[in-house]
């Protein structure tokens, strides 16, 4: 399929795991894509400094948001540099790239973003107090932008992934003293997902396919919010 002939992409976060897997399958339909990670791969970004987002994110058609990292402790043990460190990647970064993206998209007649939120944004998780709450703050401030640039032809939605079999989930997982064992026994679907599944959702939203669609909230988690 070529369902993104033409169209210029930027993919944060694109150096594992799901933001690799989004830009492997928008580049194999037709798009134009800089990869873009901290450990740099096409392109070096650190989504926290607004000077550099404001390079890299001008002038493309189709935003996807992935970078982010994570916490694993609750509220009173979440040191406050933990707390800004997470909320500056996660919220601010994802802010900043929208932001300064669509003044180029409503330049060029629309464009399509789509943020890396995650079920932590939905329901409470056991020792995620920083990275729940940053990640609540991206599906809201996804609706917002929704809302503010649906005149624009811009749309703007959210994919909210559950237990994703990934190295940055197995990195926390480490750290958190958990197992995937665990984590995959909690799942209805009795698996974890995989970053491709992730990408095929964000490929939809990003699609002319999904031109109805804005302001919404896909969650992918083989039932988890569910049971």
Sequence with gaps: MTRFAGKRALVTGAGS???????????SEGAEVVAADLNATDIRLDVRDESQVAEVVRDVDVLVNVAGIGSTTSAP????DVWEDVF????RGTFLCCKHAIPGMIAR?????????????????RNRAAYCASKGAVVSLTRALAVDHVKDNIRVNAVCPGTVD?????RLVEEAGESLDELTARQPLGRLGTPEEVADAVA????????????SVLVIDGG???A
Excluded: C, H, K, M
Excluded at 77 to 80: D, G, H, R, S, V
Excluded at 88 to 91: I, P, S, T, Y
């Design 224 to 226: 988890l919010t569910a």
């Design 88 to 91: 500056a990647v996660n919220a």
């Design 77 to 80: 043990e979440t040191e406050l």
């Design 17 to 27: 795991g799901i933001g690799a897997a989004v830009a492997r399958l928008l580049e």
């Design 204 to 215: 939809y939203l990003a699609s002319d396919a999904a031109g109805f669609v804005t302001g």
């Design 109 to 125: 007649g629309g464009g399509a973003i789509v943020n890396i939120a995650s079920v932590a944004a939905l329901v409470g998780l």
């Design 166 to 170: 990934s190295p940055w989930v197995r």
